[in-house]
Antibody, heavy 124, light 113 residues
């Protein structure tokens, strides 16, 4: 059974870089069918897709965050990571990782399964 | 970007009654070459990750109770809970995957009346 788990600091200072890692278990991140994505939910708000990555390193990002986001993959560890630079209080959110796939190996799919999520607070 | 608009923002339904949630996309998410609608539905309970309910607009994910159904095509979609159970209290989101960026509706909160 495929499982994902986020890890990283729960508190980040303004202007610094938020860094999270998602560890995939029960399956290979090198699957040719799947992308791997990051999604966030600010307190009291809806879901926002941040970006996704293929095992080869191909990425696609939300245009609204593209200038600050880097997603990378480490196939040897079955992990992918999120870096979000120059954070502000508006980046405070629960961050989720998920498999992004419609089974075709092309960008864009439904998101399943999801990690449990991790709350990241931006505050000095 | 494709904008996803959900309605209503919230609804209260009696146990055993039908709940209907609407989702409208700013452009069609029907891919003509395969006649598939690139639309998914999720259930989100507090403290838990979102759970995939429906993909391809009407295909129920394995293990999802058959009281959940998805319908619609093009730009207009509906999630129906045919007989609301207490465990269905949650927020529900639609999401399009026709094109990037992936976008979600604003969510609909379902409560017991």
């Amino acid at each position: 059974q495929l499982q994902l788990q986020e890890s990283g600091p729960g508190l980040v200072k303004p202007s610094e870089t938020l860094s999270l890692t998602c560890t995939v278990s029960g399956g290979s991140i090198s699957s040719s069918s799947d992308y791997w994505g990051w999604i966030r939910q600010p307190p009291g708000k809806g879901l926002e897709w941040i970006g996704s990555i293929y095992y080869s390193g191909t990425t696609y990002y939300s245009p609204s965050l593209k200038s600050r986001v880097t997603i990378s993959v480490d196939t040897s560890k079955n992990q992918f990571s999120l870096n979000l630079s120059s954070v502000t209080a508006a980046d405070t959110a629960v961050y989720y990782c998920a498999r992004d796939s419609d089974g075709s190996g092309t960008p864009g799919g439904w998101l399943d399964p999801w990690g449990q999520g991790t709350l990241v607070t931006v505050s000095s | 970007d494709i904008v996803m608009a959900q309605s209503p923002d919230s609804l209260a339904v009696s146990l055993g009654e039908r709940a209907t949630i609407n989702c409208k996309s700013s452009q069609s998410v029907l891919y003509s070459s395969n006649n598939k609608n690139y639309l998914a539905w999720y259930q989100h309970k507090p403290g838990q990750p979102p759970k995939l309910l429906i993909y391809w607009a009407s295909t129920r994910e394995s293990g999802v109770p058959d009281r959940f159904s998805g319908s619609g095509s093009g730009t207009d979609f509906t999630l129906t809970i045919s007989s609301l159970q207490a465990e269905d209290v949650a927020a529900y989101y639609c999401q399009q995957y026709y094109t990037t960026p992936l976008t979600f509706g604003g969510g609909t909160k379902v409560e017991i009346k």
